[in-house]
Every structure is written in structure tokens, then in C-alpha cells.
């Protein structure tokens, strides 16, 4: 008897991803993984990126596992649903008992129980994933085991929170052995001329912003030792020299003293591996940049979400657009690519505030950046301050949160031709002050004038 593992991203179905091709490896089943083998639990793990859903159905059936346990999100969400529906009706899988785990569980309990999945757990997953399979294997009783929900005579039942673990220290590494690592390798090489993987340094965030979903780690700061990090990144770097690391840490620069003993550490552990990572602007000053440098820091993303003052303080970013700004015109002096953020559509913007953010890229001119329309994630203090708002709230199991629609200050297509405006603004403005290639001013110029033409006539 065993633990199976999975998730249900398949690459070949994201057509988006295809065009960018950049995935990443499901850190958080590996980190579970590696805790049940050192508790000596038999697991399995099915990473299922690269592969069809008929493979991944054919590893359950050869498995033949007690327990399925499915990391689920916004994105997969769907497809964990279809595969629980298959798992639960088709007797050749054995009929397991099916945990889910993931951001998306916390605030949606009632709806995934009610889809056949037989428990979920509610926070950080190790511990109880541990406590709960050895329960079901040794058919004990659950009801104690702190974190998980599950149905009881059509009751929704929620055992006490999860205490977090405090000392990251406790967490083995995660079990990369357990997953096809080349093929991420080499997707990367083939479409972009290096490689690259993830490292995880931290749980929580500390900060309040209204869009943003802790249901997993919570408000909190707990970090992984920085020796210890360290020599997580001498080990890639002898086993599978990635030419890239990538922090998936909301906010790797949070404690500065934590950043120093980094610093001092891969140099000690010769583990320097060039990397990114994200970061809050007030958290960043000359002498962190610098150490982040010396580091091996090649990509900062440091988050802006608008450039609009009023539309910042709605979301309780509490930061000065003025600081975000220079924060990122000084990583571009010092040598450091940066990346940023932005979001249209929060409730309230108007034409102003993307005016406002359209001069504010422009001034910062940060090398990359990412853009998209607001969307509410049940549980976040934006979903609450909408939820009365609502204009569209599609099927919960053949939708996802990125499908709801609220009133917002004008036309939901309003913002779709805002996010081309600003794209093909910015684009423009950094070709004139750049390269100065003549089509694609022309392009650009073409593209955003069409662009704010359509957002009059669809306010």
C-alpha cells in the first residue's frame, strides 16, 4: 500500500504556456514527498506537466495506491475535478481515498468535498498529510488530526487549525529525484539557451495586499536557515547545473539580516548560481542590492501593481509609488535586470490611474513586465469588498475564480483594450529611447492609439 502524488497541469493543454515555455517543477509535492520518505511512507510521485492524462491514469492504475493525494489551484482546478470524478467511478484505480491540498481548498471546502474527494487539507501539507494517511492506512480514527476537512453525513466537518511549522529547519529537501528534472532542464535550454529551476527560502507573507491569497502559509514569516539554502544550491549546482534559479519567495529580501548571512554563505559554499526573485521596493536599498549582486542576483521583480498612488492605498499595498519607481531605476544602474508588475481593472480605477501607471512604467522603465485585469480570489479581502458587485459567477466546477466579474468603473472589456494601451504605450516609449527601430515604433504606436480608441467606446 502506498501514497500516490499528483497534480493536473498538462502542458500540452496550455496553450499560452507554450508560447513561453517556462515551467516549473510542483515544489510543494516534492517537499511532501521528501517528509514521507523520511518517515519512511512508500509514495509515488506522478508529475504530470509533460505527460497525458491517459498516461497519468495508467500510473495510478499500475500503482495501485491507498491514497491519491492531488495539489489543486486555480489553474487546475477543472481537471482535478474530472480526475477525481474518474478515480471515484472506475473500480480499475482501485477506488483510493482521494486528499486535496492547495490554495484553492481553503475557502472552498464544501464545494471539492461534494465532488467525491474523501478529505482535505487545509494549510501547509507535510505534517498532515503524514498524520492523515497513516490514519487511513492503519484505519484509525481522523477526526483528532488537526488541519483537514472531510463529510460527515452530508456535514462539513473542520478539525482545529494546523499549528505552521516554525523551524523550516525540519524540512528535508524536496525530492527532485522523484520527477523527470531533465525534461524541465531541457525545455528551458531548447526554448530559451539556459536552463532553470525553483528554490523555496521562505513560508509566509507579512504584508496586508487585498488581492493576494495566503489561505496556504498565512501572514507570517518563517525562513529556511540561510546555510541550509545555500547548500541546497551547491547541491543543483553539482547534480544539474542550472544556469538559472528562480526564488518562488514572496518577498526574499524581507529580512536583511537574513540576505546577509545568504550572501556570506554561497560564497563561503562557492553555491553562487545567478538567480531571481521578488521583492517589495521599501525592503531594497543600496546595500541589499549590492549583496544581491555580489550574490549572483541578475533579475529583481519588484512589485507595483499600478502607478496610480489612489489605486495602491485601495489595495493596502502601503508603499509610496514614488519609491517603487526609484527602487527600480536604482537595480537598473547598479546592472540588475528588474521586472514588475501591474494590474488594471482594481475596483475604482479609472482612465486616470492607467494614464498614471502608463507614465509611471515609462519612468521606472523596468526591463520586463507583466500586466493583467483584477480578479477576485474567494477568501481575499478584495472578495469580500466585491462580493455584493458580482455581475458574473460562472458554474463553480467548470469555472474558476479568473471567470467572475464584478462592476467596476467602466465595461469589463474596457480593461482588456486598457491592458493592450498600456503594452503597446510602454513598448513604444521604450523603442523610441532605445533601439529606434522604425516598425515597431510605427507598430506600437498603431497598436495603443487602436487600443485607447476602443476603451472610449466601450466605457
Not at 530559451?192 to 491569497?213: A, D, E
Not at 518562488?248 to 553562487?272: P, Y
Not at 491592458?419 to 532605445?434: A, D, H, L
Request: charged residues 25%.
Amino acid at each position: 500500500m502506498s501514497i500516490l502524488l499528483t497534480h493536473t497541469y498538462y502542458i500540452y493543454e496550455d496553450v499560452k504556456e507554450q508560447s513561453i515555455m517556462r515551467p516549473y517543477a510542483p515544489l510543494g509535492l516534492l517537499y511532501i514527498s521528501a517528509y514521507l520518505n523520511v518517515h519512511k511512507v512508500e509514495n509515488h510521485v506522478f508529475d504530470s506537466t509533460f505527460y497525458s492524462k491517459e498516461e497519468q491514469l495508467n500510473f495510478i492504475r499500475e500503482k495501485q495506491p491507498k491514497v491519491v493525494a492531488i495539489y489543486t489551484n486555480l489553474m487546475t482546478k477543472i481537471n482535478v475535478i474530472k480526475l477525481i470524478k474518474t478515480l471515484k467511478s472506475d473500480g480499475q484505480y482501485g477506488f483510493p481515498k482521494v486528499i486535496l491540498g492547495g490554495p484553492d481548498i481553503t475557502y472552498n471546502c464544501e464545494n471539492y468535498l461534494n465532488t467525491g474527494a474523501d478529505f482535505l487539507i487545509i494549510g501547509e501539507g507535510e505534517q498532515t498529510t503524514l498524520e492523515l494517511y497513516s490514519a487511513i492506512f492503519k484505519n484509525e480514527e481522523y477526526s483528532n488530526i488537526t488541519g483537514v476537512a472531510y463529510l460527515d453525513k452530508g456535514n462539513v466537518i473542520k478539525t482545529a487549525p494546523r499549528i505552521k511549522m516554525k523551524d523550516l529547519s525540519e524540512l528535508p529537501l524536496p525530492n527532485r529525484d522523484a520527477i523527470p528534472v531533465e525534461k524541465y532542464l531541457d525545455t528551458w535550454k531548447t526554448n530559451h539557451g539556459m536552463s532553470s529551476m525553483t528554490v523555496s527560502t521562505q513560508r509566509g507573507c507579512p504584508y496586508t495586499c487585498k488581492w493576494c491569497s495566503t489561505a496556504v502559509y498565512g501572514q507570517s514569516y518563517r525562513r529556511r536557515p540561510a546555510e541550509r539554502v545555500a547548500k541546497e544550491l551547491r547541491l543543483l549546482k553539482d547534480t544539474y547545473n542550472p544556469d538559472s534559479i528562480w526564488f518562488v519567495d514572496d518577498v526574499f529580501t524581507v529580512s536583511h539580516k537574513w540576505v546577509k548571512s545568504f550572501h556570506e554563505e554561497v560564497i563561503r559554499q562557492d553555491a553562487i548560481i545567478p538567480f531571481e526573485c521578488i521583492t517589495r521596493a521599501e525592503r531594497l536599498n543600496d546595500e541589499v542590492l549590492q549583496l544581491l549582486k555580489e550574490a549572483g542576483c541578475y533579475r529583481i521583480w519588484i512589485g507595483a501593481e499600478s502607478g496610480s498612488q489612489k489605486i495602491i492605498d485601495a489595495m493596502d499595498r502601503r508603499v509610496d509609488v514614488d519609491v517603487v519607481k526609484t527602487a527600480i531605476q536604482k537595480t537598473n544602474n547598479l546592472g540588475i535586470e528588474t521586472g514588475t508588475f501591474i494590474m488594471v481593472g482594481y475596483p475604482g480605477e479609472d482612465e486616470k490611474d492607467i494614464n498614471q501607471t502608463i507614465n509611471y512604467l515609462k519612468a521606472a522603465n523596468p526591463t520586463h513586465f507583466t500586466i493583467t485585469v483584477a480578479y477576485p480570489i474567494k477568501g481575499t479581502s478584495l472578495y469580500t469588498d466585491i462580493e455584493d458587485k458580482i455581475t458574473v459567477q460562472p458554474n463553480w466546477e467548470t469555472s474558476t475564480d479568473r471567470d467572475i466579474d464584478f462592476k467596476r468603473t467602466y465595461s469589463r472589456k474596457f480593461y482588456d483594450y486598457a491592458v493592450r494601451k498600456v503594452v503597446n504605450e510602454v513598448n513604444y516609449s521604450k523603442e523610441k529611447t532605445g533601439k529606434k527601430n522604425i516598425k515597431k515604433m510605427i507598430s506600437f504606436k498603431l497598436k495603443s492609439t487602436l487600443a485607447g480608441t476602443l476603451m472610449k467606446l466601450s466605457k
